[in-house]
């Protein structure tokens, strides 16, 4: 896990990055500076519990590809649970959030992730345990509020203009971030239908 200092504002950007891209990177650079974080720990999966495996690349192949497109000082890639040995973000949240007292972490993901958060082990304690960054995507912007872990969390939600104060507010807190997009996916480049 990296080091972090007392009273610092981290994100937590977990993925399968299979492979890392542009878009990735561009999220990355949103929520450093929309939520005013101090670090992002671009957090390699050793595997999605609600993806197959069967086309996943070796974890030191999507660190190594990870690193060498992350090139800020301020974005620290990690592939911590696989030592953990969880996928289970629930788990992973509560390991940091006990290791690292008095410091405040966000949750990052895009907007198509909100769509099958309610699929995710204990996505209710994870709400209930750190506030939400959610950034738009191409294709995922006005379906993500019917999504159903939208519409049960509606009542939480806070304008995107008071995200750089999510990170202070008592969770389940979440907002969505919208800005420029970037419809790359790993998806079309593990295809050969989009250059890398
Ligand atoms: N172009 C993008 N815009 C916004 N968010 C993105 C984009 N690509 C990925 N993300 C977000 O980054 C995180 C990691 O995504 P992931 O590694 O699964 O990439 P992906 O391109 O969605 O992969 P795949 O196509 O294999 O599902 C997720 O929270 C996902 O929502
Ligand atoms: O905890 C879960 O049940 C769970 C289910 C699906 C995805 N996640 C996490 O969500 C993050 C994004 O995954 P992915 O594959 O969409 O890049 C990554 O950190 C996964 O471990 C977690």
Redesign the pocket.
């Known amino acids: 896990m990296p080091h972090v200092e007392q009273g610092m504002v981290v994100g937590l950007f977990?993925?399968?990055?299979?492979p890392p891209h542009e878009g990735h990177r561009l999220v990355a650079e949103i929520a450093l500076k929309q939520l005013g974080l101090d670090q992002l720990w671009w957090?390699v999966?050793p595997?999605?519990?609600?993806?197959s495996r069967s086309v996943l690349r070796p974890l030191i192949e999507r660190i190594r590809m990870s690193e060498a497109l992350t090139r800020n000082r301020r974005i620290r890639v990690t592939a911590f649970?696989e030592r953990l040995q969880t996928?289970?973000?629930?788990?992973?949240i509560e390991h940091v959030l006990t290791r690292n007292i008095g410091v405040r972490f966000v949750w990052i993901?895009?907007a198509?992730?909100l769509k099958?958060f309610h699929?995710?082990?204990?996505?209710r304690e994870?709400a209930a345990s750190v506030p939400i960054a959610v950034i738009d995507r191409p294709g995922a912007t006005l379906s993500f509020l019917s999504s159903p872990a939208a519409r049960a969390l509606s009542h939480t939600r806070i304008d995107e203009s008071d995200a750089g104060v999510l990170a202070f507010k008592s969770p389940p807190r979440w907002t969505f971030i919208h800005g420029p997009r970037s419809s790359l996916s790993s998806t079309a480049i593990r295809q050969g239908t989009l250059q890398h």
């Open positions: 977990g993925g399968s990055f299979n957090m999966t595997g999605n519990p609600l993806k649970e996928g289970f973000t629930a788990q992973t993901m895009g198509d992730s099958t699929r995710w082990q204990k996505w994870i």
